[in-house]
């Protein structure tokens, strides 16, 4: 079953931005969508998978509302 609030998006990292404490606002270029600014909760954690990886120029993968 395919969950339609979801959406995938594949896209360049133009930019971030910290805010609050572990979250981080994520500004991606994508074919599909243009220009996107997603809410990547826990980003900034000590522990987190995606602490590294969220830099300006990287390709990511991931799904979004």
Do not use: H, Q, W
């Amino acid at each position: 079953m395919v969950n339609k609030k979801f959406r995938n998006i594949t896209g360049i990292v133009l930019g971030t931005k910290d805010t609050r404490d572990y979250d981080k606002v994520v500004v991606v270029f994508s074919p599909e969508l243009g220009k996107v600014n997603l809410v990547c909760y826990g980003a900034n954690r000590f522990k987190s998978r995606f602490s590294n990886k969220i830099n300006v120029s990287n390709i990511i993968k991931g799904m979004a509302r």
